[in-house]
């Protein structure tokens, strides 16, 4: 018969074994994580209109003045986090262009009302991830050029693995190099309201696919 101090090593034994497979599984996963590269700003780059506009009526979206850069430690929860994220909303969201939906060419916004552009799922991804704790630094909303030549936004995710892209174009969460777009601009790292160049060769397009 067990007495007690026996019980509490016994328990203590037992508890180790499953924090060391809890850590084994992490570590498996860990393992599977893609590893990718950053894209490096070349200099400044004009704000977007939409995002200037879309500041004007969510001034909370937009304050803060300069920040340190802040990359995301990845790993198995987080990544999780980022493809429920991009997969929920991606699956919330009728797609819909800013024409057919306000009467504008473009308008941003965060899409309350379950429709919405490419621009307004990229903004509620990053006010749902914000809200889950990941820092506004690592969250950078991206102009790029998809393969027909048009405008589109993804949300870049600034991790220690390198950048990584949620599209409402897709539910897996892919390195920025294996998209297959030419990225324009981004938000700065250090201040949400200045914008960096990532390349300087192709024209920033109007952002209003709904696809």
Request: proline residues 3%; charged residues 25%.
């Amino acid at each position: 018969m067990f007495d007690l101090k026996t019980l509490g090593v016994a328990a203590f034994i037992a508890a180790s074994a499953v924090s060391t497979m809890a850590e084994g599984r992490e570590a498996m996963v860990l393992a599977r994580l893609p590893e990718a590269t950053s894209a490096v700003p070349v200099g400044e780059a004009r704000p977007v209109w939409g995002w200037v506009d879309f500041c004007r009526r969510y001034a909370g979206e937009c304050a803060g003045g300069r920040v340190a850069a802040r990359d995301i430690r990845l790993d198995a929860h987080v990544w999780s986090a980022l493809v429920d994220v991009n997969r929920s909303v991606n699956t919330a969201i009728e797609p819909v262009t800013d024409q057919d939906h306000w009467g504008v060419a473009d308008r941003w916004d965060i899409p309350t009302d379950g429709k919405g552009d490419c621009e307004d799922y990229v903004l509620l991804k990053r006010k749902m991830l914000t809200e889950r704790g990941f820092p506004r630094q690592a969250l950078l909303v991206t102009v790029v050029v998809d393969a027909h030549g048009d405008g589109h936004a993804v949300l870049t995710v600034k991790t220690d693995h390198g950048d990584f892209v949620l599209d409402n174009m897709r539910d897996d969460v892919l390195a920025w190099v294996k998209t297959g777009y030419r990225f324009v601009k981004r938000q700065s790292q250090e201040d949400q309201n200045r914008w960096v160049a990532i390349d300087e060769g192709v024209q920033a397009p109007a952002t209003a696919s709904a696809r």
